[in-house]
């Protein structure tokens, strides 16, 4: 167990649709990054938040939007969504920056009908 | 742009062998962080080790070893003893003082009983 907590597990939704993705991160984390797995690929980075604040931006698109709130878990809001939105959704934690060790949540399955 | 090579898709030891994944990456920047992740097909992502760019002495974390030739941009990881347990796909990453994440497209290792 990672100690990140990513829900919901599953997603299922149409295209055109909006959803949104949380994450609670390890008890003392001030980092949560966001990463998209699509089917049998590496991971992408999509973004970085430190204590609240946007810290790296990566390949997100702009239907793609996150925050991280004054408790430090983070939603990623997915919108107008399209059949290649369709992956697994990773959230991360770590204490500070880019030399720690990250910590992965379990993911979200977002399937697109 | 930073980029992470995989070039071996797929792999196959023989239980209680060595084997060792490649991986190589391209910067133009002098400190930066790699790293060794396990994807299981639980799809959870398990750290493995971690180098820091600035330390020559390579990382060893029981039997998973790297030799990271920093000169050549080389991060290989080697696995001692191959165990039923290490199969899975495995990611090299690339990480630097800014916050971005690079992965690598993977590379699945079969262990053979």
């Known amino acids: 167990d990672s100690g990140v907590t990513q829900t919901p597990k599953h997603l299922i939704t149409a295209t055109g649709q909006r959803v949104t993705l949380r994450c609670s991160p390890r008890s003392g984390d001030l980092s949560v990054y966001w990463y998209q797995q699509s089917l049998d690929q590496g991971l992408q980075f999509l973004i970085q938040?430190?204590?609240?604040?946007?810290?790296a931006k990566g390949n997100i698109l702009e239907r793609f939007s996150a925050q991280q709130f004054p408790d430090l878990h983070s939603e990623l809001n997915l919108s107008s969504l399209e059949l290649g939105d369709s992956a697994l959704y990773f959230c991360?934690?770590?204490?500070?920056?880019?030399?720690?060790?990250?910590?992965f949540g379990d993911g979200t399955r977002l399937s697109i009908l | 742009a930073q980029t992470v090579t995989q070039s071996q898709p797929e792999m196959s030891v023989q239980e209680a062998e060595t084997v060792t994944l490649s991986c190589t990456y391209d910067?133009?920047?002098?400190?930066?962080?790699l790293f060794w992740y396990k994807q299981p097909p639980s799809r959870q992502m398990i750290l493995v080790i971690r180098?820091?760019?600035?330390?020559?002495q390579n990382a060893t974390e029981n039997r998973f070893s790297v030799n990271f030739q920093k000169a050549a941009k080389s991060f290989s990881l080697k696995i001692s003893d191959s165990q039923l347990g290490d199969a899975a796909m495995y990611f090299c990453a690339y990480s630097n003082n800014f916050n971005k994440f690079y992965f690598g497209s993977g590379t699945k290792l079969n262990v053979k009983p």
């Open positions: 180098q820091e760019a600035y330390k020559q």
């Open positions: 910067t133009s920047e002098s400190d930066y962080y």
């Open positions: 938040y430190y204590n609240g604040e946007e810290r």
């Open positions: 991360a934690s770590s204490v500070q920056g880019a030399n720690q060790p990250q910590h």
